[in-house]
Structure formats: structure tokens, C-alpha cells
DNA sequence: CGCCTGTCCTTGAAACTTGAACAAATAGGT
DNA sequence: ACCTATTTGTTCAAGTTTCAAGGACAGGCG
């Protein structure tokens, strides 16, 4: 329905998309629908969880001491904290994550990334990089990819406002 | 864990991301992700149902007699005939869909967007084009916008080797 | 101090998704 | 006609996500 007319927009018509918008908007929705549920079926099969669950024990990973804080970790993973509240209490039953009292915050949670949960990434992270390059950077020129990630950068900024990155949007 | 190390590959090491790919990767993961939430959102405000549903009364509407068989809807929307026969329970509840035996073939069935679909797609698609405009098309150059659509076909005809494009694959 | 107001995180129920298992019907041989 | 393999769509159970509500604490202010 993004599909109606490909006519100019009379007054108070709203702004449809024209053909080649609509091809473009298609090819998005459908590859990133087959990516997600590719990579998903990839880690489910070979870590025993689904892409976003392995993208929390990889931002702690990264993280100081193999900890942060949830909100943190939420942010980070850009999903809200009820679903990362639901979704470390499946990692902490699976012995990956375990959750820690923040000592000068009472109301804070840190999750830390067990030493189960540091070998699963071992185990499994060669597997998902190369799925990821089989379906994404190995077919993509330089450019390509160069191009993909200014674009994604910008749609990201668009719909977070914030977020510090190369530059200080609140000095602009 | 795409980031490990940045050095170069020896032997049987798993090839990691570059930086820049890393950097990349991340921006496709934040862009989408946040992108569908916004979607998402914005549908179960404005029409009451996920992003995906709409996509099937889409695909609906664009069909001959407003129908296909439910094969059909579930390759056009990229699911599986499970979660589409879940789905269109649900829309059929809600009475924007119904459902009809296929005459010619005892197992099949349609799917047949009703008027009340209809109604609903007229009723909040200028909202959700302006909403992909807004968080998309608005923040892209034409360039970017013609390289993206390039992109994401690649990817897409990557994890779906099939589906007639412009040019027939299995000739080749 | 005592009282707001906002932040941090969790909970519960409902909605949605997944994967395997299944019944019915068709298609393809033999 | 017959037997097998495949296709079609559904169902069940388990897992995940969402939204609204709520409990606990922190920070600021009179």
C-alpha cells in the first residue's frame, strides 16, 4: 500500500512512494527479513539461541570487566529493558550470564558474561562471522559496503538522536 | 565477537571482521533493528497490528481477486506457511482477511483481504509511507538511494536463490 | 527530614514466533 | 489401480516479545 499512484501528489494526497522507491523499500524489507532469520536459524542451530541473545553476550565481551549495567546493555542492543530483563533471565538459566548487585546503585543490575558464556562465544563466533561475510560482505564491492554503512549510520542517527558518535550532534 | 583481532588471518583462524567492517555491521544491526521497532510501533498505534501483518494485507490487496493461497502470501512475505497460518488467524479475528477453499486443489486455501482490510490499508497507509519517508527516503541522496536498492537485492537474491528476477537464473 | 519526581529493573499476561509433527490431498511413477 | 514421495496447511508446545503496572531506590528541594 505504499503502492497507489505514481501520479504527482494533488494538495492533500499523501506523498506515495514512486517505483523505483517502492523497489527500493522491497529489496530492503526482504533482505533484512531473510538476513535476520538467517542468522537466527545460524545461532540457534550452532549457540542454542537467537541473534539477538548472542549480540548481548557479545556487547559484554567487549565490556570492562565482562559486565554492564542493564540499562547500559539495553542501549547497547537497542532493545527496552523488559525484553533484556526476560532475555537475561534465559542466559542466567543457561549458565552464560549471571546477574550481580550494583554496590553504589541499589536499584542496579549488572549482568556479567560467565566464563560458560565467554567459551560459547569461542565456540561459536568463527561460524557467525562467516555467515555473516557469506551473506553480506562477500558479496558487496568496497564501495558497496562503504556505501551501506554510511547509509545505515544515517537511518540510525535519524531514528536515535543521540547517541555520541564521530561527532557532537548537540554542538551543531 | 566479529571483533577479535585485527591482524592479518593465520591458517586455519576464522577470518574476522575488519575494523571497518565491524563498524559497518554494526550500523546495519542498529539501523534495522531500530528501523522495525519504529515500524512496528507505528503500525500497532495507527492499524493495530505488527509491521509483518500489514506487509500481508499489502501483499493482498496487490493480488488479483484481493486473494492468494497462503503458499503464496507466505513466500511473498518471506515466512513460514506456520507463521502465516497463525497470522491470518489472527487477522481473520480482527476481519480485515477470510479465508476460502481452494476449488481445484482440496488442501489449499486462500486468503481473501475483505473490505474491511481494505478499509483499514486505505485508512493508515498514508500514515506508514510517511513514516518510511520520514526515517528513509528522507534522509537519503538518490545516489544512496539507488545504491541501497542495489544492495539489499544482492543480499537478498543471496539467501533466496530462486524467485524470477529480470533475468531468468536457471538459464544460466 | 519528608516529599516529590524520575530512574532502574522486574513482573505478569497476552500476543507473537518457532520447529517439529501431523492429516489430507496430490503427483509420479510402476 | 497402487504405492510412495511430495505438497499444503494446521496444530501443539516451548520460547520470545510486548505493554502496562509496579516496587525499590536516588536526587532534589522546601
Redesign the interface.
Same mark, same amino acid.
Given at each position: 500500500?505504499?503502492?497507489?499512484n505514481t501520479a504527482s501528489a494533488p494538495a492533500d494526497e499523501?506523498?506515495?512512494?514512486t517505483a523505483?522507491?517502492q523497489?527500493?523499500?522491497r529489496?530492503?524489507?526482504?533482505?533484512?527479513?531473510?538476513?535476520?532469520?538467517?542468522l537466527d536459524r545460524q545461532l540457534q542451530r550452532d549457540a542454542g539461541m537467537p541473534h539477538i541473545y548472542? +549480540?548481548l553476550?557479545?556487547g559484554l565481551?567487549?565490556a570492562p570487566h565482562r559486565r554492564l549495567r542493564m540499562t547500559e546493555l539495553a542501549m547497547q542492543a537497542? %532493545?527496552t529493558r523488559s525484553r533484556l530483563s526476560h532475555a537475561v533471565a534465559r542466559l542466567e538459566k543457561s549458565g552464560w550470564v549471571r546477574r550481580e548487585d550494583c554496590p553504589s546503585d541499589k536499584r542496579g543490575q549488572f549482568a556479567v558474561l560467565t566464563d560458560a558464556g565467554l567459551e560459547v562465544?569461542?565456540r561459536t563466533?568463527? +561460524?557467525?562471522?562467516?555467515a555473516?561475510? &557469506?551473506?553480506?560482505?562477500d558479496?558487496?564491492t568496497p564501495e &558497496? &559496503?562503504?556505501?551501506? +554503512?554510511? %547509509?545505515?549510520? %544515517?537511518?540510525?542517527e +535519524?531514528? &536515535?538522536p543521540n547517541e555520541a558518535g564521530a561527532d557532537l550532534p548537540w554542538l551543531r
Open positions: 500500500m505504499e503502492t497507489m499523501p506523498q506515495w512512494l523505483e522507491e523497489r527500493v523499500w529489496a530492503y524489507l526482504h533482505a533484512t527479513t531473510l538476513l535476520e532469520d538467517h548472542y +549480540g553476550l557479545v565481551a567487549e537497542k %532493545i562465544l569461542r563466533a568463527p +561460524g557467525h562471522v562467516t555473516v561475510r &557469506q551473506a553480506l560482505f558479496r558487496l &558497496q &559496503q562503504k556505501s551501506l +554503512g554510511e %547509509i545505515m549510520q %544515517i537511518v540510525a +535519524g531514528l &536515535q
